[in-house]
Nanobody, 118 residues
Framework: QVQLVESGGGLVQAGGSLRLSCAAS????????MGWYRQAPGTERELVAL???????NYADSVKGRFTTSRDAAKNTMYLQMNSLKPEDTAVYYC????????????WGQGTQVTVSS
């Protein structure tokens, strides 16, 4: 079983920054990929950023140039640095990790609220 615990959400003014953390209960190198998703009220959950086991990253067009994902293997933690935040970034942000255990299993954190005021 894998536990993912997010932290770092909160209320920030437009143009501000936040850093989200996702602490995993096992080595982050045991995952095929990790990512950040977000879901605003009335919308579907969408992929924000992805980092593979090799360290390759990919971002949604809406956050390119503003958000950066990284990881710290020593802490088994993935981060999402969010700069130049906009009101439309307001959502619950979820950490996701995928691990092959025969089949590909996806694990989710509990989510952390990010609210950007205008």
């Amino acid at each position: 079983q894998v536990q993912l615990v997010e932290s770092g959400g909160g209320l920030v003014q437009a143009g501000g920054s936040l850093r989200l953390s996702c602490a995993a209960s096992r080595s982050i190198f045991s995952f095929n990929a990790m990512g950040w998703y977000r879901q605003a009220p009335g919308t579907e959950r969408e992929l924000v950023a992805l980092i593979t086991s090799s360290g390759s990253t990919n971002y949604a067009d809406s956050v390119k140039g503003r958000f950066t994902t990284s990881r710290d293997a020593a802490k088994n933690t993935m981060y999402l640095q969010m700069n130049s935040l906009k009101p439309e970034d307001t959502a619950v942000y979820y950490c996701n990790a995928k691990r092959r255990e025969g089949v590909l299993i996806a694990y989710w954190g509990q989510g952390t609220q990010v609210t950007v005021s205008s």
